[in-house]
């Protein structure tokens, strides 16, 4: 092949390389949005027993309130936790705890909106 064959074939490779990457970025961003969205915090209802993760749990150095579903265990907001302690740090009580969850290191957080004691 001739140098001046060689070129436009360089040009149209090069071209070619890169519109392959553009594709490839938009494809990721239209495809990878949705799964963002997936993330965003909804409000749940949360049902079970409503107590301290020190004095009851034994599972935290201070005072904190949180709902135990199951084997989970949600921490409530720092708002609410000092909101609504005083009801359940000697005695734990069934309840419902409405809020948005969402993971913050190791620990699942409700910000709560609404608590119900039974």
């Not at 265990?73 to 720092?78: M, T, W």
């Not at 609504?84 to 419902?96: A, F």
């Not at 969850?101 to 190791?106: A, E, L, T």
Request: charged fraction near 30%.
């Amino acid at each position: 092949m001739s140098s001046r064959l060689r070129r436009p074939l360089r040009v149209t490779l090069a071209a070619l390389l890169l519109s392959a990457f553009v594709v490839a970025g938009l494809l990721l961003a239209f495809v990878g949005a949705p799964v963002v969205a997936k993330d965003e915090a909804k409000e749940e209802t949360l049902k079970g027993k409503i107590t301290c993760a020190k004095c009851d749990l034994g599972t935290a150095d201070k005072c904190h309130t949180v709902i135990k579903v199951g084997d989970k265990v949600y921490y409530f907001d720092d708002k609410a936790t000092g909101k609504y302690h005083k009801e359940i740090c000697k005695e734990p009580k069934d309840g419902t705890v409405t809020g948005t969850v969402k993971k913050d290191g190791d620990k699942m957080v409700v910000t709560v909106s609404k608590v119900e004691f039974k």
